[in-house]
């Protein structure tokens, strides 16, 4: 009697996500006039960033300004926080202008996004 032999495949080693397209239907996004949710926003963002392995800071500047329309881009980009990577301190010395400073910044540019401004 022939044996018969079952051939399972080998269980595929789960990849770290990739950063999606801009225009998935799935992806975090925001709109402008719903202020307060930008803070949810940088929160989704968050979550996509740890889950792709993402760490550099121009990176997730990058990522973070294609989720949103071309204007409001174009006014985050535009912000000296993007662009620099470095400060001057003194005459030699720079400290990196970080995510979360550029973040913070953007965040500044709407009102309503406050945290005095949430619900109790």
């Known amino acids: 009697m022939p ?3 079952l051939f399972l495949p ?3 080693k789960l990849t770290a996500q990739c950063m999606l397209p801009h225009n998935h239907f799935s992806v975090a ?3 402008k006039s719903k202020p ?3 803070t949810q926003y940088f929160k989704e963002l968050k979550y996509f960033f740890r889950d792709c392995g993402i760490t550099d800071h121009t990176q997730m500047k990058e990522y973070t300004a294609r989720y949103i329309t071309y204007n409001t881009a174009e006014t985050w980009t535009g912000l000296p926080e993007f662009a620099a990577t470095t400060t001057p ?3 030699q010395a720079t400290t ?3 995510y979360k400073n550029w ?3 953007v965040i ?3 009102s309503g996004t406050e945290e005095s401004t949430r619900y109790m």
Do not use: F, V
């Open 89 to 91: 301190i003194g005459n």
């Open 10 to 12: 080998t269980p595929m």
């Open 36 to 38: 307060r949710e930008l």
């Open 3 to 5: 044996t018969i032999q």
């Open 96 to 98: 990196a202008i970080s």
């Open 103 to 105: 973040k913070e910044a």
């Open 108 to 110: 500044c540019l709407y």
């Open 29 to 31: 996004k925001w709109d």
